[in-house]
């Protein structure tokens, strides 16, 4: 079983998401559990203080480092009596980036993994420095909070825990799972608005239903990733496919180049 333990301002957040879909009946199967906490719950006022003005001025509020650490603490003795070790996460835009293979890496996890929400403008610093929390990041841009990157973590890598997707399969055709992108998806009716569906779906010839697929995975890396080929070691297939895509990217481009000019004479 797959165990997180949220730590934030908002639990209610975690919950509306908790409570559909894939993740539902992951801990409906009992093959994920997870318990969310207010950090409000481990302040020691009656106003359950958890913000404060930060020392130097500047805008905003911070988090204060009092109530994270009761919370962890709490989770530690808890882990302790039951044998387990817990595993600090705290979605920061300076973390290192979250990607298939680190939510790979988390999905064999059999320890209980605890995930800070930071809000605000940012956590009291001595959190980093007195529990040394490994720090992640989903992208290179700012949100309200860690709640939504928590749900990402949460999300990508409890789908890869056996028996949580219905069909195994899905998760090797996925993007990213050999580091490419996917290819394109249809399904009936044949023709929607005046757009119908490629012929090779309709062929009933899976060896070159197979070959389309792949084909199109590696079209769309080199168009849209290309990064994610550079250091790829490719198969003899593979390259004959990607030189057939990279050759057919030269003829259009040729063509479309012909045609503007064309117009423009």
Known sequence: MLRFDVLTLFPDMM???MGHSILKRARDKGLLEVRVHNLRDYTDDRHQTVDDVPY????GMVMKAEPIF???EALEREAFAQGERLRLLFPTPQGRPFTHEYAQQLATERCRMVILCGHYEGVDERVRLALS???????DYVLTGGELPALVLIDATSRLVPGILGDPQSLKEESFADSLLEYPHYTRPASVRGLGVPDVLLSGN???????RRKQALRNTYFRRPDLLKNRILTVED?????????EGVVATSTHNREEGGRRL
């Open 15 to 17: 919950s509306a998401v």
């Open 56 to 59: 130097g001025g500047g805008a």
């Open 70 to 72: 009761r919370a962890v």
């Open 133 to 139: 929390p490994e720090e992640i990041s989903i992208g």
């Open 206 to 212: 899976h060896e070159a239903i197979r070959l389309w």
């Open 239 to 247: 390259q004959r496919l990607l030189d057939e895509v990279i050759r």
